[in-house]
């Protein structure tokens, strides 16, 4: 059992920055891949990024591509997301979450924390 637990959102302006953490407890020695999700009202939960445990590969979605950057120190058990020049589309809560593959859909994660709000206005 592998709890999530982010941290970091807040309100920004545009163009602005923020440092999403993703602590993770319980059975945290296995070797998992860790992915970043946001969902918007009235939209989908959405993909943002992910990386495997040795950070050997590493998967962004197009929109956060050369923005945002995931890292991981697994000494710490835990997963990073730094946010660089938001844009109020960026607007959304933000999860954490596990995957025994590294992937950019929803369903091939089995653990997921509960979320943090990021506003970015305009």
């Known amino acids: 059992q592998v709890w999530l637990q982010e941290s970091g959102g807040g309100l920004v302006q545009a163009g602005g920055s923020l440092r999403l953490s993703c602590a993770a407890s319980?059975?945290?020695?296995?070797?998992?891949?860790m992915g970043w999700f946001r969902q918007a009202p009235g939209k989908e939960r959405e993909f943002v990024a992910a990386?495997?445990?040795?950070?050997?590969?590493?998967y962004y979605a197009n929109s956060v591509k050369g923005r945002f950057t995931i890292s991981r120190d697994n000494a710490k058990n835990t997963v990073y997301l730094q946010m660089n020049s938001l844009k109020p589309e960026d607007t959304a809560v933000y999860y954490c979450?596990?995957?025994?593959?590294?992937?950019?859909?929803?369903?091939?994660?089995?653990?997921w924390g509960q979320g943090t709000q990021v506003t970015v206005s305009s």
């Open positions: 990386i495997t445990w040795s950070g050997g590969s590493i």
């Open positions: 319980g059975r945290t020695w296995s070797r998992y891949a």
């Open positions: 979450a596990r995957s025994q593959v590294i992937s950019t859909a929803p369903s091939a994660y089995d653990s």
